[in-house]
């Protein structure tokens, strides 16, 4: 599976941008998927999970209620809806797959695959 991650941009606080991350390759169905994010000098943070069917979500506390992450398997793509935005959320944001069937949602170490990024700058 490759990931290629997009849609980060330039936005003003309080306003909104969708990411996507399209996987190509092996059944994207498989692996759970995730959204994880670095600030500048700061390290790499969880942001967002979703399991393999979708069913399951999960947030840092930082983006609860104001990021939605879902998933369409048949587009082979994960997303990630971020609303009211924040100064602080900017960041480069990268998407990562796992193939583990038990994980913590928040553990980087569990995701195999990364994408490349992409940068989301809030304006305050």
């Known amino acids: 599976v490759q990931l290629q991650a997009s849609g980060g941009g330039l936005v003003q606080a309080g306003g909104s941008l969708r990411l996507a991350c399209r996987a190509s390759g092996r059944t994207f169905g498989d692996y759970g998927m995730g959204w994880f994010r670095q600030a500048p000098g700061k390290e790499r943070e969880f942001v967002a999970a979703i399991t393999r069917g979708g069913g399951v979500t999960d947030y840092s506390d930082s983006v609860k209620g104001r990021f939605t992450i879902s998933r369409d398997n048949a587009k082979n793509t994960v997303y990630l809806q971020m609303n009211s935005l924040k100064h602080e959320d900017t960041a480069v944001y990268f998407c990562?797959?796992?193939?583990?069937?038990?994980?913590?949602?928040?553990?980087?170490?569990?995701?195999?695959?990364w994408g490349q990024g992409t940068l989301v700058t809030v304006s305050s």
């Open positions: 990562a797959a796992t193939s583990q069937i038990f994980y913590t949602f928040s553990d980087s170490h569990a995701y195999g695959l």
